[in-house]
């Protein structure tokens, strides 16, 4: 299942910007059957798991650097997942990406791939 993030962009430390993860214009996929897991890579680092929310209840889970920051939410009816990130900081600074995971497993942040499709730049800076 390949998915697009979307919404990132330019702004200032202390600013937000929601993300949104969907899937392609041909694709009949339905995110409400999977988990969904955001990632994110900053120039010249590894890859690292920001969120990931379950298909099930939509329990949440969060990096520890993100916690109280971002949220997760789902929008079954737009097939339609969020990342909203308030309280911006340079270090935030990535490129975030969505995966279809089967659950928020207790080793989600390690999920690896080949392919990770469409990201968006989130550019954190003054």
């Known amino acids: 299942v390949q998915l697009q993030a979307s919404g990132g962009g330019l702004v200032q430390p202390g600013g937000s910007l929601r993300l949104s993860c969907t899937t392609s214009?041909?694709?009949?996929?339905?995110?409400?059957?999977?988990?969904i897991g955001w990632f994110r890579q900053a120039p010249g680092k590894e890859r690292e798991g920001v969120s990931c929310i379950s298909s099930s209840d939509g329990a949440t889970y969060y990096e520890d650097s993100v916690k109280g920051r971002f949220t997760s939410s789902r929008d079954n009816a737009k097939n339609t997942v969020y990342l909203q990130m308030d309280s911006l900081k340079p270090e935030d600074t990535a490129v975030y990406y969505c995966?279809?995971?089967?659950?928020?497993?207790?080793?989600?942040?390690?999920?690896?791939?080949?392919?990770w499709g469409q990201g968006t730049q989130v550019t954190v800076s003054s």
């Open positions: 995966v279809a995971l089967a659950f928020c497993s207790n080793t989600w942040y390690t999920y690896n791939s080949d392919d």
């Open positions: 214009r041909d694709s009949f996929v339905t995110l409400d059957y999977w988990a």
